[in-house]
């Protein structure tokens, strides 16, 4: 048997979070977004959950071309577009709508001589990226008029919708870069292109907690997966767990006070305490950042992790758990747990954690 | 294509690597340990690399079938021992070597009732794991000659040495626990079975720094892979990176002073720059917790990743980097910048950085 740490994914709570993200987008179609191997969850089981989305989203071309061949036939689309020439055949095959954040992605399309389509529906779905202050993709308004008409030249390219991405969507006010200043040079853009594009300019965040952003398609990413997008608690908007990571108890140790626990002798015991090792390290994508007191559930019942975070375990407080044993139940995150009290105790998020489950973690679909 | 990420294998520094570790042991023979798919760097490559070693060592059972499966003659432990009952008929058929470290995995082996062995060399070879104070798995002194009896009584056992785990081989002189401790209580139980065990009880730090333990069997892990097991610097002893993790600038931005960049808008540009965005997110393995700082190579110069760290991008400043455009080669860690120095900036160790490498990161092997 592999070691007794296994991520149990949740088929129902994945789909009910999609109808949780269709009711909080309104009229507006649902991108599910599956990149990073669907946040941990699997392509697989992703794919499953997701049957109803209006379309789904990734960044991993070869991703991309593996759900078309497991039968997808809904948009599709790569968020951070192509990255090389090569990638071209693949995305007009398999018909994958692309973003266009960049000129050098315009020059390959250019250079690249695509075949004019016989049909309208086969041309390439091209999502044009607006950088309204992320900094990250994109052309900024001033750049906007230029770089989409040397796409619309081209007959083999379709260009769907305008899109953009939110810096602050947890934040809305932030002083540096409010939420509304976002939609202000979007809405530039979009007027500088005759206001006729469809646009998409909603996460997760701002799809939850800016009700006033309007667009014809939300990118739900996070909140699929049960992972809230902000500081409040992904149970205030109705979301559930997507996974459930879980272990065992490999072992107990007695410790008298004054003793101490794991690398660096970091916490030292202040009672006669029981210590339970759980299979479970950073190396399975725990984070090593986890702080003494960071929850975690043994037969249930919530207590803390103590000490240093090793590579394949980790030290979990057992004093006053009377039944913890050698192969109890332990909980790290999902059911129980949620895994943003997990993320907040590791200075980090709960995307972060999702992402990191580790391939030597056992998948278990929970149907 | 894949993503232009890439994770590049350096066989002959792991090769080169394990020539030093076995310089720094002496005379005693070296355990490889290649637990967490070997430090990230694949099963396979290590497997490799490593054939010299006297003994593969790691906690994944089915790693540990896989290896005997490939061909691996010599030995070849789990270092936490076996999990479960079903896990014996494995670790005999395969010849495994197992740790021992508590009385729940000595009524496993008693309730299996394991075959006598037909010769002496089929008996399972245990490990006895004495807890030297690390208080994470094996038998406290006291508690080792009732361990000892227990194993010894069964014909199908046979007990080869005695293991322990050093919390501070980084600190010698540790207040709490200094390492001179923990030899003292580990030589207590030796000396209790009789002084005539064979012992284990150098990790990398102890072989690199400690160099007054002496034993009989070295484990070394981070050094092979060209990792510090503490704050010097890892080609202070002469190791080499054996991961190089590269990608891609996807696009350039240009950048006023006063504005800022990403999740959170963390990073304010003070004068007017170039900003390259890199295909290198948290979901690849690279740390969410890099500060603004953390150094990157952009076509081979060094400079500084600015901004919180997305999912699929990190951003790095280019601004007097002249040459750097879109497909200009970057190095997050490797040959040309010790992962040490980018864990160090991320507030951790690099042994999580390469345990990260997320599976989308594409393998490439450096014959």
């Known amino acids: 048997m592999p070691r007794p740490i296994t991520a149990t994914i949740h088929l129902s709570a994945l789909k009910h979070n999609y109808a949780i993200a269709k009711k909080f987008s309104g009229s507006a179609k649902v991108w599910a977004v599956v990149k990073a191997n669907a946040y941990g969850h699997g392509l697989a089981p992703a794919l499953r959950a997701f049957a109803d989305a209006d379309g789904l989203a990734l960044v991993e071309v070869d991703g991309a071309v593996k759900i078309r061949e497991s039968g997808w036939q809904k948009p599709l689309m790569l968020l951070e577009g192509f990255f090389h020439a090569s990638d071209l055949a693949l995305v007009q095959q398999h018909r994958i709508d692309v973003a266009v ?126 992972g809230s997008p902000s500081r409040a608690a992904a149970a205030d908007f109705g979301l559930l767990p997507g996974m459930t990571l879980a272990s065992e108890l490999i072992a107990i140790q007695s410790l008298e006070a004054g003793e101490s626990i794991g690398y660096g002798s970091r916490f030292i015991a202040t009672r006669a305490m029981r210590i339970g090792v759980v299979a479970c390290g950073y190396a399975d994508g725990y984070p090593r950042h986890a702080m003494d007191g960071t929850p975690v559930l043994v037969n249930g019942v919530r207590t803390r992790m103590v000490g240093r975070v090793s590579m394949d375990m980790i030290t979990v407080d057992v004093t006053d758990i009377a039944d913890a044993k050698v192969g109890s139940a332990v909980t790290l995150w999902g059911r129980g747990l949620p895994v943003d009290d997990v993320a907040q105790a590791s200075d980090t998020i709960g995307y972060e954690l999702m992402c990191a489950i580790a391939q030597r973690v056992q998948i278990i679909v929970d149907e």
Chains 1, 2 share one sequence.
């Not at 081209?154 to 409010?178: G, K, R, T, W």
């Open 101 to 226: 954040h960049c000129h050098e992605q315009i020059d390959l399309l250019e250079q690249a001589h695509l075949t004019p389509p016989v049909e309208a529906g086969h041309r390439i779905n091209v999502h044009l990226k607006v950088n309204s202050g992320m900094n990250r993709l994109g052309f900024k308004p001033a750049e906007i008029t230029r770089a989409y008409q040397r796409l619309v030249a081209m007959q083999s390219i379709h260009v769907v919708d305008l899109m953009m991405h939110f810096a602050n969507a947890d934040d809305e006010f932030n002083p540096v870069l409010p939420v509304a200043e976002q939609i202000r040079r979007f809405n530039e853009a979009h007027r500088l292109l005759g206001n006729t594009l469809e646009t998409s300019l909603a996460n997760s965040a701002a799809t939850l907690l800016n009700r006033a952003v309007k667009n014809d398609w939300v990118r739900a990413g996070i909140m699929l997966y049960g």
